[in-house]
């Protein structure tokens, strides 16, 4: 099972830029889908952009056209580009990872500890 490590949170002022890294402790190249989520004080933690092994990309509509997710199978990493970003984008962001086995209803789930993401006014 992979453990996951985030990166490049920070304090950053309103219409700048972050990128914030996921590091894999071991191979992603076989987990289906790699994702962002983000919790802001007082509020459920939400997806934000998620990348699948094969496939396009998809973001939250909060999000879309300021932030983009990659991934680099020879790196075991993920990361999220922020750019143009909001006071209402504060929030602890959390790398995901899911497994699945095709067929059935196995799937393993892992989460890193998150890192902070505050904009400022």
């Known amino acids: 099972q992979v453990q996951l490590v985030e990166s490049g949170g920070g304090l950053v002022q309103a219409g700048g ?11 992603i190249s076989s ?7 983000r919790q802001a004080p007082g509020k459920q933690r939400e ?19 300021r932030f983009t ?10 990361y999220l580009q922020m750019n143009s970003l909001k006071p209402e984008d504060t929030a ?8 699945v086995a095709a067929g059935t209803s196995w799937y393993l789930e892992v989460w890193g500890q998150g890192t902070l993401v505050t904009v400022s006014s």
């Open 17 to 27: 830029s972050l990128r914030l890294s996921c590091a894999a402790s071991g191979s």
């Open 31 to 37: 987990i289906n889908y790699m994702g962002w989520y």
């Open 47 to 65: 997806l934000v952009a998620i990348i699948p092994s094969g496939g396009s990309t998809n973001y939250a509509d909060s999000v879309k056209g």
């Open 69 to 78: 997710i990659s991934r680099d199978n020879a790196k075991n990493a993920v």
């Open 92 to 99: 602890v962001y959390y790398c995901n990872a899911v497994e």
